[in-house]
T-cell receptor
Framework: NAGVMQNPRHLVRRRGQEARLRCSPMKGHSHVYWYRQLPEEGLKFMVYLQKENIIDESGMPKERFSAEFPKEGPSILRIQQVVRGDSAAYFC???????????FGQGTRLTVV | TQLLEQSPQFLSIQEGENLTVYCNSSSVFSSLQWYRQEPGEGPVLLVTVVTGGEVKKLKRLTFQFGDARKDSSLHITAAQPGDTGLYLCAGVRTGANNLFFGTGTRLTVIP
């Protein structure tokens, strides 16, 4: 009965490289959320996806960031041409429906050097 | 402007004391959740409330959803050092899809 799995836990990228963050939701969950968290701050909503569909991406920068949740496989958050300001913890959560509680992974800590 | 405002932002109390944390908004929510997050970990779901006026208890924690479904409170009785952490409320607005988080309350319980 695995929970939400995120990998990698830690990711170091040089400025200008690409970062790919993966999230496998809990079994039976078709809703995925991505959040960004800076140290000592709360969670900032980025994007909400259901299988093969982006439902709400209002919190995601329009440039360099993209997300997908394919029919098969994990959800991917992709950051192209990373900059130092992208350094943060990125959390993924899944839920069985829109109004229920969400279950979080342990996060990916991205450091851009 | 934050959709969900939590107060207080920081709270430091002695072991055994009681405390209440508030989560307020001008928007109506179809559901509201409370989470607890420890350093280096993801938030852990504590409770979901969906009905206005609803009260749920989880051991020493009591959660209440406001009658108008715009606010919520978390009351902890006889706090223990293990209660230390970041407490986050989150909600889905009526008619919307995404789950927004509050600003958080950082609780420290001193032994």
């Amino acid at each position: 009965n695995a929970g939400v799995m995120q990998n990698p836990r830690h990711l170091v990228r040089r400025r200008g490289q690409e970062a790919r963050l993966r999230c496998s939701p809990m079994k039976g969950h078709s809703h995925v959320y991505w959040y960004r968290q800076l140290p000592e701050e709360g969670l900032k909503f980025m994007v909400y996806l259901q299988k093969e569909n982006i439902i709400d991406e209002s919190g995601m920068p329009k440039e360099r960031f993209s997300a997908e949740f394919p029919k098969e496989g994990p959800s991917i958050l992709r950051i192209q041409q990373v900059v130092r300001g992208d350094s943060a913890a990125y959390f993924c959560a899944s839920s069985p429906g829109a109004a229920g509680g969400a279950f979080f992974g342990q996060g990916t800590r991205l450091t851009v050097v | 402007t934050q959709l969900l405002e939590q107060s207080p932002q920081f709270l430091s109390i002695q072991e055994g004391e009681n405390l209440t944390v508030y989560c307020n908004s001008s928007s109506v929510f179809s559901s509201l959740q409370w989470y607890r997050q420890e350093p280096g970990e993801g938030p852990v779901l504590l409770v979901t409330v969906v009905t206005g006026g609803e009260v749920k208890k989880l051991k020493r924690l009591t959660f209440q959803f406001g009658d108008a479904r715009k606010d919520s409170s978390l009351h902890i009785t006889a706090a223990q050092p293990g209660d230390t952490g970041l407490y986050l409320c989150a909600g889905v607005r009526t008619g919307a899809n995404n789950l927004f988080f509050g600003t958080g309350t950082r609780l420290t319980v001193i032994p």
